[in-house]
T-cell receptor, first 112, second 111 residues
C-alpha cells in the first residue's frame, strides 16, 4: 500500500533562518507531488506541484522554493524565513490523472 | 479561475442532530472530492462524486453531486462527536494534476 511521510511535525524557526521540509512517498511510482499551505481552519493554498523529477511548477510568488531530487521525494525550502511564512504545510501525492489527493500529516511552522 | 464556496463556514450542533453542508461553484467540475481534516492532521479523502445527480452514502454521510456538476452537498444523519472536523470540498482544476479547494466547513458536534 502507498504511504506518505512528512517531517518534522512541528518546527519553530527564527526570522531569517533557512527552512527544509521533506516529504517522501512509498509504494507508488511517478506520483504527482504537491506542497500546500493552510491557514488555521481554512482551505488549502497550492504552493508547488511536480509531475516528475526536476519538474516544479510554482503557483504563487513567494519566499519559498521546491525541489524533487528523486521520484518520490519532494522538498520545500527557504533561504530566509519571513514571519508570513508561518502556517501549516501539507505534502500530498496523486497518481497519474487521478484527482484524488493523499496527504501527509503536515508540518506546523512557526516563524518568530 | 474555478472557485469553490463552502457554507456554512462554522457549524456547531448537538450529538444526534442532522446537518447539511454545501459546496457551490459557478463552474462545471468533472468531479468533486470531499475530505475531512482533524486538527494537526492532513485531510483524508471521504468520497469522489463524478456523475451529475450522483448520490453516494458512507455510513451516516450522504454526498450528492448536483445535476449540472456545479455543486455538491454533504448530509450527516445523527451526528456524533467523532464527526467533528473541517470538511473540505475540492475539484480538479482545468490544468491537469491540480485541485481547487474550498475554504471548508468547521463542524463541532457536542456530546
Amino acid at each position: 500500500s502507498q504511504t506518505i511521510h512528512q517531517w518534522p511535525a512541528t518546527l519553530v524557526q527564527p526570522v531569517g533562518s533557512p527552512l527544509s521540509l521533506e516529504c517522501t512517498v512509498e509504494g507508488t511510482s511517478n506520483p504527482n507531488l504537491y506542497w500546500y499551505r493552510q491557514a488555521a481552519g481554512r482551505g488549502l493554498q497550492l504552493l508547488f506541484y511536480s509531475v516528475g523529477i526536476g519538474q516544479i511548477s510554482s503557483e504563487v510568488p513567494q519566499n519559498l522554493s521546491a525541489s524533487r531530487p528523486q521520484d518520490r521525494q519532494f522538498i520545500l525550502s527557504s533561504k530566509k524565513l519571513l514571519l508570513s511564512d508561518s502556517g501549516f504545510y501539507l505534502c500530498a501525492w496523486s497518481g497519474g490523472t487521478s484527482e484524488k489527493l493523499f496527504f501527509g500529516s503536515g508540518t506546523q511552522l512557526s516563524v518568530l | 479561475t474555478q472557485l469553490l464556496e463552502q457554507s456554512p463556514q462554522f457549524l456547531s450542533i448537538q450529538e444526534g442532530e442532522n446537518l447539511t453542508v454545501y459546496c457551490n461553484s459557478s463552474s462545471v467540475f468533472s468531479s468533486l472530492q470531499w475530505y475531512r481534516q482533524e486538527p494537526g492532521e492532513g485531510p483524508v479523502l471521504l468520497v469522489t462524486v463524478v456523475t451529475g445527480g450522483e448520490v453516494k452514502k458512507l455510513k451516516r454521510l450522504t454526498f450528492q453531486f448536483g445535476d449540472a456538476r456545479k455543486d455538491s452537498s454533504l448530509h450527516i444523519t445523527a451526528a456524533q462527536p467523532g464527526d467533528t472536523g473541517l470538511y473540505l470540498c475540492a475539484g480538479p482544476n482545468t490544468n491537469a494534476g491540480k485541485s481547487t479547494f474550498g475554504d471548508g466547513t468547521t463542524l463541532t458536534v457536542k456530546p
